[in-house]
């Protein structure tokens, strides 16, 4: 009886025309296909990304060498190096960060006192060479700079969570 069911259901094409039924049901559905360069997906604004550091509204960093960052960060991928400047504050003379062993947890951006480490929503980036993985304080500032107003837009958001 089950030989015979089964000769019966190949010979009718019974799963053939299933998956046709599937075919025929999907094709006047919208399409979820995502064009990826042109078209990018909806982020939250708590996702995290690119590093940036921050400067206040009247040039200087934000960043004072407290190293918080640093201490917290789980992957070590955090170097600073800071020295005394003249009025006896501390600055940073170095701040870099080692982009294949971060693990994007948020830990440094939550650790900072005066928000001056940021994690953007920024996740297109990439790497030409092995060397160029460690960002550095210069170019960590020139992302702050230039992202500046969509950090400050994506911070209101998230306000509403904190």
Not at 88 to 109: L, P
Not at 115 to 120: F, K, Y
Not at 121 to 127: A, Q, R
Not at 128 to 154: A, W
């Amino acid at each position: 009886m089950l030989k015979l069911k089964r000769l019966f259901k190949s010979f009718l094409f019974k799963d053939l025309f299933k998956g046709l039924n599937i075919t025929l049901y999907n094709l006047f559905n919208k399409k979820v296909t995502i064009q990826y360069p042109e078209e990018h997906i909806p982020r939250s604004p708590r996702f995290r990304g690119l590093h940036a550091l921050r400067r206040y509204s009247n040039g200087e960093e934000r960043c004072i060498a407290c190293k918080l960052c640093e201490v917290i960060c789980p992957a070590l991928a955090i170097t600073i190096e800071s020295e005394q400047r003249q009025d006896g504050a501390r600055k940073t003379i170095k701040y870099d960060i080692d982009m294949f062993k971060c693990i994007y947890c948020g830990y440094c951006e939550e650790a900072c006192p005066v928000d001056s480490i940021v994690q953007t929503d920024i996740s297109d980036f990439y790497f030409e060479k092995n060397d160029s993985r460690v960002i550095n304080k210069e170019q960590l500032l020139s992302y702050g700079d230039k992202y500046e107003l969509h950090i400050d837009k994506l911070k209101s958001e998230d306000s509403k969570y904190k």
